[in-house]
């Protein structure tokens, strides 16, 4: 098991960190998939509450600036982005009406 350590501060996301802490955009969107909708409330929740303070630590520091901590938690909330829909939108994980539908990310962002 890899510990996703986050930065001081933040331990009360520490418990999110083995699920969606993931520098993947596929595995991420795998990750959705497989999640409960209550696990993913859960996460939700979770993260939208201290969004502001997570933004407030990102934004002080230049990505290729982060400490492996800052990157921790800047994945963790790059999967809010993917979790956000489902339980905002859509209530389900997948896609309403997409069927058997899927796409690859061939491009990811240098850090």
Known sequence: MTTHVL???????????EQWVLP?????YLARLDASMDD??????ATMDRIDDVLAYLEQYPVDELSDEGINLLWLYCALCNVS????VWRQQRV?????ADWTALV???L
Do not use: H, K, M, V
């Not at 001081?8 to 999110?16: M, S, T």
């Not at 993913?40 to 929740?45: K, R, S």
């Open 7 to 17: 930065p001081a501060g933040f331990e009360d996301l520490q418990p999110f960190t």
């Open 24 to 28: 993947d955009q596929r595995a991420r």
């Open 40 to 45: 993913l409330q859960a996460f939700y929740d």
């Open 85 to 88: 829909f489902p339980i905002e």
């Open 96 to 100: 309403p009406d997409s069927g058997a």
């Open 108 to 110: 990811l962002p240098a």
